[in-house]
């Protein structure tokens, strides 16, 4: 596994809430990004907790020591081809987390999760914590 990841919300969750695994783990890795679905469902998280702006906060700092990895025409394609064999698979994920396995395959960054339903795509390097 290379040194940069993607790294998935509920990696992110952890580590936030000082997980030590987690925390050794990132600081392992060369580079770290986030993607746009994955910022999303952290500020709804944030927005749906009970301590907004400190979460808020929380996460605009963070979001300062990551790159940010938009979707353009290119992930599009990764995305389509990544739902297609998922659809041929019969074996459905969310639908956000299509996106972000899309990108992480676009990027050719190994993907660090907790959800091991990102094994069964083709094409992505996943490391499960």
């Not at 301590?51 to 929380?58: C, K, Y």
């Not at 990764?78 to 990027?107: M, T």
């Amino acid at each position: 596994m290379n040194g940069r990841a993607l790294v998935d919300t509920n990696v992110i969750i952890g580590l936030f809430s000082g997980d030590p695994v987690i925390e050794q783990n990132l600081e392992s890795k060369t580079a770290l990004f986030l993607c746009v679905p994955v910022l999303g469902e952290l500020r709804y998280g944030a927005l749906a907790s009970t301590r907004v702006e400190q979460n808020l906060a929380r996460l605009d700092e963070f979001s300062k020591t990551v790159q940010l990895l938009p979707c353009d025409s290119q992930t599009a394609i990764c995305y389509s081809a990544v739902r297609f064999d998922l659809r041929k698979k019969g074996r459905p994920i969310p639908e956000n987390d299509v996106w972000i396995a899309a990108i992480a395959r676009q990027h050719k960054l190994t993907l660090v999760s907790r959800d091991a339903h990102f094994q069964g795509i083709e094409g992505l390097e996943i490391e499960l914590l």
